[in-house]
């Protein structure tokens, strides 16, 4: 009974260790080297708790609960969790730079993302609100401090500012979780979902039923960045370490986005129904369709006027997560299945800006990296030239990419919605016009995409600036960034995930 | 070999272009004659697939099975993403084998005129040997997500050769360019993907995105009324395709695109890039809805788009002073009698607009090729400055002469024909059409000839007095495009026949 258990948490209880572990060695280890130590030591962390997941996968795909039903495993979580950890690899590499971590805050910087990690992985598996409440905070609260460790002015305000957005959303979550326990009486999820949804069949509670699942949906809006939850984006992404950045914009939203699969992947409507012009439309639904049109909308065109790098992906982001949420917004199946792939490519390719943008940031010895900073670096290094500009067409959803498989099957579930309807009447029509929202805005913001690759080929660069060229950094980003670009061409061919599809 | 040369004539480009990649920068010649051989062998085997075609049968008058016309011997079907039902699948009928010649030959022509890309020839090279790539795809999938692939692969290198090679104003041309392309095509995919769930719906799920199965199976059709989904379907795929050929309010791109590309590449937009737009047209979307087609609003509309392309066109042509330009809106004014003929819904007007399809593809490319040339001498482009031009290169005079009244449309050259085919299909539709297209071809006769006065003839002036004649290479780029002019011009029925079997599938498809 106990190996089982331990078997079920292994990756969880391996991270542990590991944080405590680095704790110890950042008091005791003070040289120069022990940098160095401890970032191979929080990966090889990492790769363990990886391998104790892919070792166990046939153990962990079937679905079952531990712990008294506290944590649930099934493949959602497994590929989550992967995910996650996967992500938490990319960013130490991404990490190594000169003008991060000079200082004395590596242990600290370490501890916390691991920290992040544990959160993010203990999100997809909880089963029940105080464990859900506690990894979620888990994870903000590293994530606000990661946000501040840049030693700048605008990387404290971001900081300050995440922090202070995430305080009220939270707050907010758990007042909806409290609502939730006083109508339910329980708080393991799986239970409660099925008493709520009872009383929306017997129509008892409903209005402070809704009250109370907005309130929740406030707090994961927040952490995925919808729309009218996304102030905090652009200033902490330009603030905040690069490799943050990107953790924020990848792991951080994916932990959110598994909670909400969570909620939709309970068959039965936990939202409540009603009857609008004589189709069924679920009210949920059309909030997240709504707020999704929003985000797409205003992070695409705004995007269009950014200079800042950083700033310009943080806008980026937000509009990816309204693609996200519009597929979600379909509610059927397809569309948990589109999501996950979508943030499966997501993580490729977001990752890959980041790495140029450190990678920039290295070379250029520079912290902010505006446009003009990258002007012809695409005929300079050839190569990531290229591997970026792959990132770039499939972030903007161009075929022959895995972005475009994944905006493919998006906006696949949305249609697939938009058709199930037995009459095609009203409800349809905003489906599609949901898809053909959507499909124009990719339109809108392949023109801030392309504007990067336009200013890394087509303009000269200025040869006035100083370039620290080190060829043997130079060379190891070159094999880690087709790494990273390889996987996105595979992913066009969406069956190569077909676990996904099985499961 | 027969089974894959579908296959090798759309990825040997892209051999091509890994093989440029991996060559020494200094070893330009090589780079160009690697570009020029791997063009040629893409003209050849689509030489090869006309000769050994090998339609599949039509097995009672009336019931055409699936892939009736199609070419049985390079047919191939293989299983490429297995959960969604999308096939590797390659077909070809007659009208996209003749395309791929004409692919095949305008690509090797184009890179014999770029001889002044002086800069980053590799780069150059490369991206057009992709750009082929993706041309040949479009016309050989027959799989509707395959073909979405290959519509959005050719859209890149286009953006990158004219955004790096272009003139003066190349990056904006570039980025609308690819914006108002990137937003017709967005528009298709959402109908390959309300198609997709469809034809699941009524059970063909493996055949969810076989172009042929869909026209066979019309999955929106229903007896009667015709619900607004269709109207939807039917005009996204319009617009998606109609940003391409281009139809009158989608077509701004193209002045902009043609003036700023290097004189290969505005060969290959004017010669094959807007024939796409037609060929989604005939492939795509009208067969998907031949009961839409068959309303009279639908084909009046279509025609006064197609009769306000060639006037529109005609007369912005008219008041241009930059010579380039004046070439490119003379193609918006071609390809609107492509649109008037398919509009018409008779056997003449589409057999008129087919031919209109080469008969551009050939003149106008040839028109470039003449602006290149003149442009490469003077470095400007502007007609007023030109003068006497006659004088000092008669040969080359002698060249223009073809390509423009070709273009003009002078009986015994090729564009004649593909205008008065279309008139005679038009006549019997509608006579004023007819009589306000009419007009359209005084207009293109005027701006000729008053640019081949501007141009030509006039007092010989000094600047131009030591102006070379046409070149070698030169020659060797403008005899084959003047003899095909002349010879396709006095026997058009040597390229009608090949394309004949087309028509009559098509006639059969849209039941007219």
């Known amino acids: 009974m106990f190996m089982n258990v331990l078997l079920g948490i292994l990756s969880e209880v391996i991270l542990s260790v590991g944080i405590i572990f680095i704790i110890l060695l950042d008091i005791f280890l003070n040289d120069s080297n022990s940098k160095k130590f401890i970032s191979r030591v929080s990966l090889s962390v990492l790769l363990l708790s990886i391998l104790s997941v892919v070792c166990n996968i046939n153990y962990y795909l079937k679905e079952q609960f531990f712990l008294n039903s506290n944590i649930i495993l099934d493949n959602v979580s497994v590929v989550f969790k992967l995910l996650f950890l996967f992500g938490g690899i990319v960013t130490i590499f991404i990490s190594k730079s000169k003008n991060f971590l000079n200082n004395k805050k590596t242990g600290e910087f370490y501890t916390l993302l691991l920290g992040a990690i544990l959160g993010a992985s203990l999100i997809v598996s909880s089963n029940n609100i105080i464990l859900f409440y506690l990894s979620f905070e888990m994870l903000s609260i590293s994530s606000y401090v990661l946000a501040g460790l840049n030693d700048t002015k605008k990387s404290k305000e971001g900081a300050l500012k995440y922090a202070l957005f995430g305080g009220v959303s939270s707050s907010l979550m758990i007042l909806g979780f409290s609502y939730l326990y006083g109508l339910s009486g329980t708080i393991d999820i799986s239970q409660m979902t099925y008493i709520i949804s009872d009383m929306l069949t017997l129509e008892t509670n409903v209005i402070s039923i809704i009250i109370s699942l907005l309130l929740v949906f406030v707090g994961i809006g927040y952490k995925i960045s919808l729309f009218p939850f996304h102030f905090w984006v652009p200033d902490v992404y330009e603030g905040a370490p690069t490799c943050v950045s990107a953790f924020l914009s990848v792991v951080s939203k994916a932990a959110g986005f598994s909670f909400l699969l969570r909620v939709l992947l309970i068959p039965v409507g936990l939202w409540y129904e009603y009857f609008w012009n004589g189709v069924s439309v679920n009210s949920f639904q059309i909030i997240l369709g709504l707020l999704a049109v929003c985000s797409v909308c205003y992070g695409n065109f705004v995007a269009i006027k950014q200079d800042n790098l950083k700033r310009l992906m943080g806008y980026s982001s937000i509009a990816h997560a309204g693609y996200m949420a519009l597929a979600l917004s379909s509610g059927n199946k397809l569309a948990i299945k589109a999501v996950i792939f979508y943030l499966l490519v997501y993580l490729f390719m977001n990752f890959l800006v980041f790495a140029f943008i450190n990678f920039v940031e290295n070379i250029k010895d520079k912290k902010d990296i505006y446009l003009a900073d990258i002007r012809g670096l695409g005929k300079k290094f050839s190569l990531i030239g290229v591997c970026v500009f792959i990132a770039i067409i499939s972030l903007a959803g161009l075929p022959p990419t895995g972005g475009f498989s994944g905006k493919f099957l998006l906006f696949d579930s949305l249609i697939e919605r938009a058709l199930s309807f037995k009459d095609f009447g009203f409800a349809s029509y905003y489906f599609l016009s949901l898809a053909l929202i959507g499909v124009l805005n990719s339109v809108v913001s392949f023109y801030y995409y392309m504007k990067i690759a336009k200013t890394m080929f087509l303009s000269e660069s200025s040869d006035e600036e100083i370039l620290v060229e080190d060829k043997n950094f130079c060379f190891v980003y070159k094999i880690f960034i087709l790494l990273l670009v390889i996987p996105i061409l595979l992913l066009l061919n969406f069956s190569i995930v077909g676990f996904l599809y099985n499961g | ?512």
């Open chain 2, 1 to 512: 070999m027969d089974k894959y040369i579908l296959s090798l004539i759309c990825f040997l480009p892209l051999v091509g272009a890994f093989f440029i990649l991996c060559l020494n920068k200094k070893y330009e010649k090589s780079i160009k004659s690697v570009a020029f051989i791997f063009s040629l062998i893409s003209f050849i085997l689509s030489c090869y697939l006309l000769k050994n075609y090998n339609a599949f049968p039509i097995i009672a008058p009336k019931e055409p099975s699936l892939y009736a016309g199609y070419d049985k011997n390079s047919f191939l079907e293989l299983k490429w993403i297995d959960t969604f039902n999308i096939y590797y699948r390659l077909c070809v009928d007659k009208l996209s084998v003749l395309l791929l010649i004409l692919t095949g030959f305008l690509s090797s022509i184009a890179v014999l005129v770029s001889n002044s890309i002086k800069n980053n020839i590799k780069g150059f090279y490369a991206l057009f040997l992709l750009l082929l790539c993706g041309m040949n795809g479009v016309f050989v999938a027959g799989d509707m997500f395959l073909f979405y692939v290959f519509w959005e692969i050719m859209l890149l290198p286009m953006y990158f050769l004219i955004g790096i090679w272009g003139g003066k104003n190349r990056m904006y041309a570039a980025i609308k360019f690819f914006l108002y392309t990137l937003f017709g095509s967005v528009l298709i995919l959402l109908v390959i993907l309300a198609y997709y769930y469809k034809m699941k719906a009524l059970g063909f799920s493996n055949d969810a995105f076989n172009i042929a199965k869909i026209i066979e199976a019309k999955p929106f059709y229903q007896y009667g009324e015709i619900s607004l989904i269709q109207y939807l379907l039917f005009f996204a795929l319009f617009i998606g395709f109609a940003v391409k050929l281009p139809v009158f309010p989608f077509h701004t791109w193209l002045p902009d695109a043609h003036v700023e590309a290097p004189t290969a590449i505005s060969v290959i937009l004017a010669g094959v890039l807007l024939k796409m737009g037609a060929y989604g047209f005939l492939r795509i979307n009208f067969p998907f809805f031949p009961e839409i087609m068959a309303l009279d609003g639908i084909k009046l509309f279509l025609a006064i788009l197609g009769v306000v392309n060639i006037i529109y066109g005609a007369l912005c042509a008219l008041s241009q002073t930059d010579f380039k330009k004046l070439v490119a809106y003379s193609s918006v004014s071609h390809m609107g009698y492509v649109l008037l003929g398919l509009a018409s819904m008779k056997e003449e007007g589409v057999n008129g607009a087919v031919f209109q399809i080469f008969a551009h593809g050939i003149s106008a490319s040839m028109m470039f090729i003449l602006v290149g040339v003149i442009y490469e001498r003077a470095h400007h482009r502007e007609i007023a400055r030109f003068g006497g031009i006659a004088h000092v290169m008669p040969k080359y005079f002698a060249y223009s002469m073809v390509g423009f009244f070709a273009s003009l449309g002078l009986p015994g050259l090729i564009g004649f024909i593909g205008e008065f085919l279309t008139f005679l299909g038009v006549f019997s539709y509608s006579k004023i059409m007819a009589c306000i297209a009419g007009l359209g071809m005084l207009l293109t006769a005027t701006y000729i000839l008053l640019t081949m006065q501007k141009v030509f003839l006039g007092e010989k002036k000094e600047e131009y007095a030591k102006f070379l004649d046409v070149t070698l290479v030169e020659k060797c780029t403008l005899i084959p495009l003047a003899i095909l002019c002349v010879v396709l011009g006095g026997f058009p029925s040597l390229l009608i026949n090949e394309y004949m079997p087309f028509i009559e599938m098509y006639k059969y498809i849209m039941n007219f």
